[in-house]
């Protein structure tokens, strides 16, 4: 693991200790239940115990690690079972978001479905994982916002931040990065033609290849 870590100058420290720790227990690199001691990870990083302390927080926080009083911090992490369940909502409500999304999307709801995977293509050729992720969370939004329900939009932000854990393991593993923007390129081609079926078999298979995806980022138990 990193000593003497440099964090980005465009993020507070808390945050870029709190990014380091998410993705470590989302890679596996903690056991689940496996006790982190503040000082030891101040140690490590080189801060002081105040920046680290609030990492834990949001992380609780994000359901990844639990703070227990007077015993400590300790990791929970995610489970197969907990991204199989993720995954498993995702595809019933997402199944429904396109079905509205078809019926309901305007010429600029499309453009801007178009104008995002334009910049997914760029970033992918550059290699760009993280802004993929920011681009890839963008992209499924449209399709509920051209929906048109404000209720369904609230769905997705009920489950959004388990996801977005979800995708920090496997947007950012780089042999990723082409099978996920040829499937996306199909989602839109078939929004594009307003073809429900074929929509909702390409969004099902996409959601299904990044639970895979999701798995495989997890370390062995």
């Given at each position: 693991m990193e000593t003497g870590t440099n964090f980005p100058?465009?993020?507070?420290l808390t945050e870029g200790i709190a990014n380091i720790l998410r993705e470590r227990i989302l890679k596996g690199e903690y056991d689940i239940g496996?006790?982190?001691?503040?000082?030891?990870?101040?140690?490590?990083?080189?801060?002081?115990?105040?920046?680290?302390?609030?990492?834990?927080?949001?992380?609780?926080?994000?359901?990844?690690?639990?703070?227990?009083?007077?015993?400590?911090?300790?990791?929970?992490?995610?489970?197969?079972q907990d991204i199989r369940d993720i995954y498993a909502v995702r595809a019933a409500v997402e199944a429904l978001a396109v079905e509205w999304a078809i019926e309901k999307m305007t010429g600029?709801?499309?453009?801007?479905?178009?104008?995002?995977?334009?910049?997914?293509?760029?970033?992918?050729?550059?290699?760009n994982s993280r802004k993929l992720t920011e681009l890839n969370r963008n992209f499924h939004a449209a399709i509920y916002e051209a929906g048109g329900s404000r209720f369904l939009s609230q769905v997705l932000k009920s489950y959004?931040?388990?996801?977005?854990?979800?995708?920090?393991?496997?947007?950012?593993?780089?042999?990723?990065?082409?099978?996920?923007?040829?499937?996306?390129r199909d989602i839109l081609q078939a929004m594009r033609e307003k073809d429900n079926g074929k929509a909702q078999k390409r969004m099902a298979l996409?959601?299904?290849n990044s639970r895979l995806r999701a798995e495989e980022g997890l370390k062995a138990k």
């Open positions: 100058s465009e993020i507070s496996q006790r982190l001691k503040e000082v030891r990870v101040a140690e490590e990083m080189k801060v002081s115990r105040t920046p680290i302390r609030e990492a834990f927080q949001q992380l609780e926080r994000e359901g990844l690690m639990e703070v227990v009083p007077n015993r400590g911090a300790f990791v929970r992490g995610f489970t197969r600029e709801d499309l453009k801007t479905m178009e104008e995002i995977f334009g910049l997914m293509e760029f970033y992918t050729n550059k290699r959004q931040s388990y996801v977005e854990q979800t995708r920090k393991v496997t947007v950012y593993c780089e042999k990723n990065l082409d099978q996920i923007l040829r499937e996306h996409h959601l299904q």
